[in-house]
């Protein structure tokens, strides 16, 4: 399982951000994946996930109706597109997946593997 995150940036405030998370090693189809973000000093948060099965979606309260999760099995690639980013949205942005991660009510959870960071600055 390899993942990794791009599309990253600085961005002002408002702006919007498309991240990528491109698989391979494996079939993208069977697989939930989370977005997960870190800003310095503080703690990993999880942002969203979507599941293999029906496309279900999670979102963190602190970015439900700016962010929007999908998934393109073909391109074997799931994207965040972030809308109305905000100062404190500034974080390195990290995708997850495991073949027994799950997309539930609360987020993703499960064993699983991570792909290298990108870094998104919110800043003017």
């Known amino acids: 399982v390899q993942l990794q995150a791009s599309g990253g940036g600085l961005v002002q405030p408002g702006g919007s951000l498309r991240l990528s998370c491109a698989a391979s090693g494996f079939t993208l189809d069977y697989y939930a994946i989370g977005w997960f973000r870190q800003a310095p000093g503080k703690e990993r948060e999880g942002v969203s996930c979507i599941s293999s099965s029906d496309g279900s979606t999670y979102y963190a309260r602190s970015v439900k109706g700016r962010f929007t999760i999908s998934r393109d099995n073909a391109k074997k690639t799931v994207y965040l597109q972030m809308n109305s980013l905000k100062p404190e949205d500034t974080a390195v942005y990290y995708c997850?997946?495991?073949?027994?991660?799950?997309?539930?009510?609360?987020?993703?959870?499960?064993?699983?593997?991570w792909g290298q960071g990108t870094l998104v600055t919110v800043s003017s």
């Open positions: 997850a997946t495991g073949p027994q991660a799950v997309c539930g009510s609360s987020g993703i959870y499960g064993p699983m593997s």
